[in-house]
């Protein structure tokens, strides 16, 4: 696929921590790589697994660290759980193991959350937990409730390096309990990339996913036949007709702008 190709395409989605930013640092050439894509028109969506923040807070982050706000939009794990629990009509008792603010979140779209007697326990990104609180998810678990996890990461980048991640508590929790979760909702799992494309109004042949990761970014790519770009310090070559390596995303935006990888 050619540079003219590439850039055919309406609807260009990033991955966050890792790709476009590492804890509150941009990653070279990624603002300005969204400032060219919302020249040409393109919808620019940021597509995280993250559920430690709200799509809100992860926005503003992003805006504080100069990504233009008028731009793009904020897609997370805890948006397609939420969604997922009320369509499939699993929001009336809900145990949450989440940071305060996604609580809340879950609250104001009309998620029940419960201390006691759930019928459905969400695990989330949860950088406040307690071990009380892991404990009682822990007993619920071995009372055969429905167990869902916003997404299976088992580290996230940061400036100090990877930090235990949700997919760390789903191991923690099978070695205590046994159990895995009935569901996971976000990448690679296509729910959420499906949710995004029914929000952004466009087909799945419109859309770039653009990741750092082979087993959640590329994995959802090539499940739902979407060009794939991969931002990755180990290859700098075009793989297997599937998807494109760029070593930064810098990188990417050169190619883009001078249709060369650099």
Not at 11 to 25: A, P, Q
Not at 179 to 207: C, Q, W, Y
């Amino acid at each position: 696929m050619m540079k003219n190709e590439l850039l055919k395409k309406k609807v260009f989605v990033f991955d966050k921590d890792g790709t476009i930013s590492l804890g509150n640092k941009p990653q070279d050439g990624a603002v300005e790589l969204f400032q060219f894509l919302g020249e040409l028109g393109k919808k620019v969506y940021v597509l995280t697994n993250n559920s430690s923040l709200t799509s809100l807070q992860h926005k503003k982050t992003l805006v504080e660290m100069g990504f233009p706000e008028e731009v793009f939009e904020v897609y997370s794990s805890t948006d397609a759980t939420i969604e997922y629990l009320k369509t499939n009509n699993l929001d009336k008792r809900v145990f949450l193991m989440a940071v305060k603010q996604v609580e809340e979140e879950f609250i104001r779209n009309g998620i029940n959350l419960v201390e006691d007697g759930p019928e459905v326990l969400v695990l989330a990104f949860d950088k406040e937990m307690t071990y009380e609180k892991f404990k009682k998810f822990c007993l619920y678990l071995l009372e055969d409730r429905m167990y869902i996890a916003t997404h299976p990461d088992i580290t996230c980048p940061t400036l100090e390096g990877p930090i235990p991640d949700v997919g760390s508590m789903i191991a923690a929790i099978k070695e205590a309990t046994g159990r895995l979760p009935d569901m996971v909702i976000g990448k690679p799992n296509t729910i959420i990339m499906e949710r995004l494309l029914s929000h952004a109004g466009v087909s799945r042949e419109d859309v770039v996913i653009v990741g750092d990761r082979l087993e959640t970014d590329m994995k959802l790519a090539s499940s739902l036949g979407i060009v794939g770009v991969l931002i990755s310090k180990h290859s700098n070559t075009y793989e297997g007709g599937r998807f494109f390596t760029f070593n930064r995303i810098l990188d990417f935006l050169c190619y883009l702008k001078n249709g060369v990888n650099v």
